[in-house]
């Protein structure tokens, strides 16, 4: 099963505000997409990355964010100029696995008329119906979303739970496609998740993590102020415990977040 890791867009922001151990200066930073070639559900993409689409809001919460993490992207750096680019044409995507329902991560759906979406059903009803001011403050925006999003959604809650025993401290765990399992990483967001691949020894975590640093230990976490703009930062703490716990018993796994330049520097040895 190969896996392909490129970035749609990139992102600049303090390193210190994502790893407190590092220099006080601008770092810029990929935003992370993977295709994915599975044997029997052919090519699926993990997230869609930015879009020029994305970067037309205005509303001034997120005008605010963006002070802190500032986002780009051009119509050459989406995914589907990176497709095809590699001779792919959008259409032969069947599926989208969305980690989260963050602007950087789904601003390319629209591009993939024939793809189904597997994604949290929950999460997007719960987005669904807040208010406005909430959605922008929870960076969702309704507008990148298909209209028929709803019946090309194939629910994660509706999938077979697996047995994997060394994801037990994760929680529920569902699968998605033969030897492509889903893996709930909350905090940054209410509802993310992440895909695990046992087959290729390939943990795709999103953004449960900015850096793989933060593996390293709590001297490599993003700094408290951090908490302002996570859904929870008890549980965004947990999660990172979690995934030490794991790479510790796992050290042959590649965890790989979406913002992380390490990631593909990983990918490439």
């Not at 401290?169 to 509802?191: D, Q």
């Amino acid at each position: 099963m190969q896996i392909d890791l490129f970035s749609a867009g990139t992102c600049r922001a303090l390193g210190w505000f994502m790893n407190r151990s590092a220099p006080f200066r601008s770092v810029t930073v990929p935003v992370g997409v993977a295709l994915i070639h599975h044997p029997t559900a052919g090519l699926i993409l993990f997230d869609t990355g930015l879009h020029p689409r994305c970067l037309a809001i205005s509303h001034w919460s997120q005008v605010l964010a963006h002070q802190l993490i500032h986002f780009e992207t051009t119509p050459a750096d989406t995914v589907v100029s990176w497709l095809y680019k590699k001779g792919i044409d959008p259409s032969e995507i069947r599926y989208i696995v969305l980690s989260h329902y963050h602007n950087d991560h789904m601003g390319g759906l629209l591009d993939f008329p024939n793809a189904q979406f597997v994604a949290s059903r929950a999460e997007f009803k719960r987005l669904a119906e807040i208010s406005t001011f909430q959605q922008s403050s929870a960076a969702f925006n309704v507008a990148l979303l298909p209209t028929d999003f709803e019946q090309r959604l194939m629910p994660i809650e509706d999938l077979p739970t697996a047995h994997r025993p060394e994801l037990a401290s994760f929680g529920e765990i569902k699968e998605a496609f033969p030897n492509l399992f889903l893996v709930n990483l909350p905090g940054h967001t209410r509802v993310q998740f992440g895909a695990y691949l046992p087959t290729e020894s390939t943990f795709l975590i999103a953004d449960a993590l900015w850096t793989g640093a933060a593996l390293d230990g709590p001297a490599k976490e993003p700094p408290s102020i951090v908490r302002v703009i996570k859904d929870n930062w008890q549980s965004y703490r947990q999660t990172m415990q979690q995934l030490r716990q794991f790479r510790a018993l796992h050290p042959n796994v590649r965890i790989l977040a979406s913002h992380d330049n390490q990631a593909f520097a990983i990918m490439e040895r």
